[in-house]
T-cell receptor, first 112, second 115 residues
């Protein structure tokens, strides 16, 4: 969904545990989704993407799940490391255009 | 292949001055997006441009803000008569495909401070 002016939700996990970050998107016409990671003072960095004809995609230590029925996206990070501490955003892209709309974001803190 | 380049990284302007933010997309990319981010908040879409055309400016304030992406040179986000509320990080992203839905790559942002 489009970002709103809210403070970021936060998630704290122990190093080595798995993390799950959730995102609800707003437009049923969206057919392409990306997860971005943003470290403090830096621009968002691509993590993984998924198209609407898929419901799961795996990368290195990350998995994205897409549930189109409830318009929900999740990012799973396996064996979370301190370097994973960042803000994570989901972005949706409508088939009819190329603008990306971002969710509010979730701040992940990994506790050593 | 250099990534998306934004300059300056930091910009300080007094109230009433103009701010010009530049974005050079990745090589071969013809789609540029500008986003604004306030501290502790998400990225808010401002404008989407292709070479020489504004495709979607639904997120741009109606006054004082303008954007361009000329045939030659970087994309420019221009803010006239800046006010304190314009202080934010402004990010530019670029992508390659038209309707192919490909990822957008971000620059490091320009942090604008209005004093």
């Amino acid at each position: 969904g489009e970002s709103v002016g809210l403070h970021l939700p936060t998630l704290s996990v122990q190093e080595g545990d798995n993390s799950i970050i959730n995102c609800a998107y707003s437009n049923s016409a969206s057919d392409y989704f990306i997860w971005y990671k943003q470290e403090s003072g830096k621009g968002p960095q691509f993590i993984i993407d998924i198209r609407s004809n898929m419901d799961k995609r795996q990368g290195q230590r990350v998995t994205v799940l897409l549930n189109k029925t409830v318009k929900h996206l999740s990012l799973q990070i396996a064996a979370t490391q301190p370097g994973d501490s960042a803000v994570y955003f989901c972005a949706e892209n409508l088939k009819t255009g190329n603008q990306f709309y971002f969710g509010t974001g979730t701040s992940l803190t990994v506790i050593p | 292949n250099a990534g998306v380049m934004q300059n300056p990284r930091h910009l300080v302007r007094r109230r009433g001055q103009e701010a010009r933010l530049r974005c050079s997309p990745m090589k071969g990319h013809s789609h540029v997006y500008w986003y604004r981010q306030l501290p502790e908040e998400g990225l808010k879409f401002m404008v989407y441009l292709q070479k020489e055309n504004i495709i979607d400016e639904s997120g741009m304030p109606k006054e004082r803000f303008s954007a361009e992406f000329p045939k030659e040179g970087p994309s420019i986000l221009r803010i006239q008569q800046v006010v304190r509320g314009d202080s934010a990080a402004y990010f530019c992203a670029s992508s390659y495909a038209g309707r192919g839905n490909t990822e957008a790559f971000f620059g490091q942002g320009t942090r604008l401070t209005v004093v």
